[in-house]
């Protein structure tokens, strides 16, 4: 297991975001999480990648422990200096892309490396111009994210996610921010890493991508997960009524 | 007295008005961002003390703010500080114009979306990290014109250090002017601090046409 995530309660001002949530990624297994605005989806990714903190429950990276719940029932994290130990596992893309626009394309994929991992400057560009080849987008390394597309901008914060190296890459409603047309070159790239055998979380609103990369689907409603399985079993044959209601939208 | 020596006599004061700008600046402008950081601190008392602290600085005048500077030690404490007077311009500038910037700065740190801290964090680079090589850069170039604004009132807010009679460019235009009944030191004095004006504004937009390169 790269991620295991046990019983994870969350509350924003006494609201229940997460309730009670368990689950785990395979090494080399795509994970899509679907379901409604509000449902608690961007929250699980927020903590899984440590931007938020759980209440309660476990969460264990690689079968070390990055946080669990102490006897009184809160949830204790290890300290600061072993959860950077914990950050170096993880990538996350995030919707709006969140790229630095005061570097360029090459430097948003060299910083984090060279400054946080200390990787050598040649290093660090031997394998961002790597990421930047098996993005397509290889000749705008010396330029700048307002130059770009958003489905530039998108593969670009897919390569400085890759850039660190992580076990696993999660993915906050990548293409959401995108023209319908701008959404297919990325999708094609999250499925290039999933051919790969890249380990992966992707929340999304795209149901035949998820249906088509991951090996697993969760369906998720009132932070809870309320069915999860094989896609085509989710998507085909839902056992669960609120999951034939929310699929039901998308055939329309 | 001819247009030359009033001219020499009044260099003298020009001097001092741009020692006076060159050790507020070089004085206010990070005191400003380590009061615009302290204003956001965890610990109540400090974030009032801040508060309190700027709204004092802009809401009262600077030429009273002077006044104490140089007269409260004495008025209020019984201290003869010797060469005071000079000091206690550059305290009360420094002080009142980091209030301003500390809200210029509160207002470009403000504007940087959640965003962009998140990806940090997610990368790993550490508070400080964050602060100065994704933060900063980018509040720079968005507090540009404002900082612009503040540096020009800055030229001619120099002028107030005459209610102290410390012998800038003001003070000594008035005296010559007096003395000579004379309407030329003011228009020296006037060209002088449009001249001043002119070459912050130039090198102002060259900083900004510096940081253009991205949006």
């Known amino acids: 297991m790269i991620l295991e995530m046990k019983n994870i309660s969350k509350n924003f001002d006494g609201l229940e975001v997460l309730k009670d949530i368990s689950f785990g990624v395979d090494h080399g297994e795509v994970v899509s999480i679907i379901g409604p605005s509000g449902s608690g989806k961007s929250t699980l990714l927020r903590c899984a990648t440590f931007l938020e903190t759980i209440d309660g429950g476990e969460i264990i990276y690689m079968g070390e422990t990055a946080a669990h719940t102490d006897g009184s029932g809160n949830a204790v994290y290890v300290g600061p200096h072993e959860l950077k130990h914990f950050r170096k596992y993880c990538g996350l893309v995030f919707q709006q892309f969140n790229l630095f626009p005061h570097y360029s394309i090459l430097k948003n994929l060299i910083d984090a490396p060279m400054h946080v991992q200390g990787i050598s400057r040649e290093e660090a560009e031997a394998t961002a111009m790597d990421l930047l080849r098996k993005m397509g987008i290889e000749d705008k390394a010396n330029a700048y994210p307002f130059q770009l597309s958003g489905g530039q901008q998108q593969r670009v914060a897919i390569a400085r996610a890759m850039a660190m190296k992580p076990e696993i890459l999660f993915f906050d409603e990548p293409t959401s921010a995108l023209d319908p047309e701008l959404t297919g070159e990325v999708l094609k790239v999250i499925r290039q890493l999933a051919e790969e055998k890249m380990t992966m979380v992707v929340v999304t609103h795209e149901m035949p991508f998820a249906k088509a990369v991951s090996n697993r689907v969760l369906f998720m409603d009132g932070g809870v997960i309320v069915e999860q399985g094989d896609p085509r079993d989710v998507f085909d044959n839902p056992q669960e009524e609120r999951t034939k209601q929310f699929l039901r939208v998308f055939e329309r | ?215």
């Open chain 2, 1 to 215: 007295m001819t247009f030359s020596t009033m001219l020499s006599t009044m260099s003298s004061g020009m001097w001092k008005t741009f020692l006076i700008f060159a050790l507020t600046l070089i004085g206010s402008l990070p005191l400003g961002m380590i009061v615009a950081l302290l204003r956001k601190s965890r610990f109540a008392p400090v974030r009032g003390f801040i508060k309190a602290y700027i709204s004092i600085m802009r809401g009262t005048p600077l030429m009273l703010q002077l006044l104490v500077w140089y007269f409260g030690p004495y008025y209020l404490f019984g201290w003869n500080i010797g060469n005071w007077r000079f000091p206690a311009i550059i305290v009360g500038f420094v002080l009142n114009y980091a209030a301003y910037f500390a809200e210029i700065y509160r207002g470009g740190i403000e504007s940087i979306p959640a965003g962009q801290y998140e990806a940090a964090e997610v990368l790993g680079f550490t508070k400080f990290q964050t602060f100065m090589r994704i933060i900063l850069p980018q509040v720079v170039k968005i507090i540009m014109p404002s900082v612009t604004n503040e540096v020009i009132t800055l030229v001619k807010d120099t002028s107030l250090a005459f209610t102290l009679a410390y012998q800038e460019v003001f003070s000594l235009a008035k005296q010559i002017s007096a003395s000579q009944t004379s309407f030329m030191p003011f228009l020296i004095a006037g060209v002088f601090y449009f001249v001043a004006n002119y070459v912050v504004e130039i090198v102002m937009a060259r900083i900004e046409k510096s940081m253009d390169y991205y949006k």
